[in-house]
Each structure stands twice: as C-alpha cells, then as structure tokens.
T-cell receptor, first 115, second 109 residues
Framework: DTAVSQTPKYLVTQMGNDKSIKCEQN?????MYWYKQDSKKFLKIMFS???????INETVPNRFSPKSPDKAHLNLHINSLELGDSAVYFC??????????????FGPGTRLTVT | KQEVTQIPAALSVPEGENLVLNCSFT??????LQWFRQDPGKGLTSLLL?????REQTSGRLNASLDKSSGRSTLYIAASQPGDSATYLC????????FGSGTKLNVKP
C-alpha cells in the first residue's frame, strides 16, 4: 500500500504550458507539503497545508498555486512554465504541523522537464 | 535564518566498516531533527526522528545522536553494507523543515 503517491512520475512539457501534479496520502495525516529539489539535490519547501489550510507559503512565484480539496490531497498547479521550473517536485505528509510536527513521509517525486 | 550543513558531501567505504555522517545547524532552537535516505530517482525514506528533548535514537544498525547546544547531529551506521549506498539527508524543524544537501554514501563490496 502506497502511503504518499504522486502523479505523474514524469512530466515533459514546453515553456509556456500549464500543468498540474497530484498528491494523495492514505496515512490519515493532517499536514501536507510540496518541496522542490533542484539539480544540486537541495530540497526546499514551497507550501504546507494543515487541514486544508495554507500555513507555509515560501517565496515561490505566483505561477505556482497549490490546492487542497481535502486533507488527504494536495495538488500543485503551475502556470506559464519556465525552463527554471525543471526539477523534481516532492509531496510529503506528516501528522500535526509547526512544533508538533511528527515524521515526514515522502512521495516518489515528479520529475518535471520544461523544454 | 536556519542553515543546515552536511559534511562530507560524499563518502566511499569498504563493506563492513562503521561510519559516521555529520549534520550541523546554525540555530539550536529546533523542535526535532529527522534523518532520511534517498535512493537515486526515488523519494526520501525516513530513518530516524529525534525530538529536541532526546539525545539519541536507534533503529537496527543506525544510531542518531543530537546535541542541540552545539548544533550537531550524527548518524552512525554500523557494519555497513552495499545496500546502504544512498544519499543521506538530515532535516531540522523550526517553524518549517530545513534540509541539508546530503552525504552521498557508497559502500563497496
């Protein structure tokens, strides 16, 4: 049973297109995250939702818009894709948020390539 | 701003060796610290979580220690095996998680 799943696993698209990545967790966690891992393998948080409410919104271009329809799902929509958006995007979840956060569990990642 | 550093960036050891991976952080006011492994092309797998009030955690051949006052954590791997080859990342929780850039470990048969 997959705990945190993401679709698609690979995404190749042209500059200027709009694309979405979906994430689902079946762990019963109340907090979900989106991370970006660049070519140097550095992981940086982009967004975090707790019970469908946005609690962390890093300095990410507003072309990136997260949406959480319920606490088990967190999707990421990207408008007007740019070359610099090419990276691996990871979804993660944990129980609780802030100082009460427990272990994070990660999805397998979505490798986005913008040509 | 919290900065997390992992040294060395890469490490190659023969099978059977005991080894230590290091993680340092600049702001000691953390809530917890988590160690992960990442296999090529895969997501992160949680190894150990240490709460700020704890000094160490153990799981099998892995032992993680935490010294908040000095801003350091170590991950000790006993009797390393080729299957341990991966990138190991540490992350500290302040109001959000901050990750180090990882140590790429290669265990040679």
């Amino acid at each position: 049973d997959t705990a945190v799943s993401q679709t698609p696993k690979y995404l190749v698209t042209q500059m200027g297109n709009d694309k979405s990545i979906k994430c689902e967790q079946n762990l019963g966690h109340d907090t979900m995250y989106w991370y970006k891992q660049d070519s140097k393998k550095f992981l940086k948080i982009m967004f975090s939702y707790n019970n469908k409410e946005l609690i962390i919104n890093e300095t990410v271009p507003n072309r990136f818009s997260p949406k959480s329809p319920d606490k088990a799902h967190l999707n990421l929509h990207i408008n007007s894709l740019e070359l610099g958006d090419s990276a691996v995007y990871f979804c993660a979840s944990s129980q609780a948020s802030g100082r009460a956060s427990r272990e994070q569990y990660f999805g397998p990642g979505t490798r986005l390539t913008v040509t | 701003k919290q900065e997390v550093t992992q040294i060395p960036a890469a490490l190659s050891v023969p099978e059977g060796e005991n080894l230590v991976l290091n993680c340092s952080f600049t702001d000691s006011a953390i809530y917890n610290l988590q160690w992960f492994r990442q296999d090529p092309g895969k997501g992160l797998t949680s190894l150990l979580l240490i709460q700020s009030s704890q000094r160490e955690q153990t799981s099998g051949r892995l032992n993680a220690s935490l010294d908040k006052s000095s801003g350091r954590s170590t991950l000790y791997i006993a009797a390393s095996q080729p299957g341990d080859s991966a990138t190991y990342l540490c992350a500290v929780l302040v109001h959000k998680f901050y990750f180090g850039s990882g140590t790429k470990l290669n265990v040679k048969p």
